[in-house]
């Protein structure tokens, strides 16, 4: 994974409190990822950051063999939510698979495309130079009358701030029309 989360976000992800026991993480992370598995509905950027807090946990606890130690108040808060971008609607005539993979195509121009799975509809770019800034995630809908429904959220991946998540998807579309 290219970005670790920090222990204050993990234990929010698994609705845990600041010094849970290692079976009190294990049973949060065995709740929340039957509710986030996309076999119950759930989706796969759901499951993958249940399985991301609870990979966290279990690399600061050594697999529960250490306590956790509370996150201290001087650290830095949790990151303010993930910018998303408004829905977008998206002329799309070969229909929501070829979209995202001619938006991965152009996305190659944007930032390094990391993941496709045209099943799922979803897309992620890692943006900015090496490491990366900001990761992109975009998840193609469905079709209606005026084109596909696409959304856009962007996560930061350090310290470092990604650019404005319009000018983002603004430049991926531009690219697409441009390509198309």
């Given amino acids: 994974m290219l970005w670790v989360m ?4 993990a234990l929010d992800e698994l609705g845990l409190g600041p010094t849970p026991t290692w079976s009190q993480i294990r049973a949060a992370h065995r709740t929340a990822i039957r509710r986030a598995h996309p076999d119950a509905g759930g989706s796969t950027m759901r499951a993958a950051r249940v399985n991301e807090a609870f990979d966290a946990l279990a690399a600061t606890t050594d697999q529960g063999t250490k306590p956790l130690r509370p996150p201290r108040t001087s650290e830095a808060p949790n990151p303010p939510a993930t910018p998303r971008a408004s829905p977008r609607t998206v002329r799309a005539p070969d229909g929501p698979s070829e979209l995202l993979l001619q938006l991965a195509e152009v996305g190659h121009d944007v930032g390094h495309v990391v993941f496709i799975d045209p099943l799922a509809g979803l897309l992620e770019i890692v943006i ?23 959304a856009f959220t962007l996560e930061p ?9 319009g000018e983002v998807v603004d430049d991926l579309l531009r690219r ?5």
């Fill in 128 to 150: 900015g130079a090496e490491p990366g800034v900001g990761q992109l995630t975009v998840e193609v809908g469905e079709t209606g009358e005026a084109g596909v429904s696409v």
């Fill in 6 to 9: 920090d222990i204050r976000a």
């Fill in 176 to 180: 697409h029309r441009a390509a198309v």
């Fill in 157 to 165: 991946l350090g310290l470092a701030t990604p650019p404005p998540i």
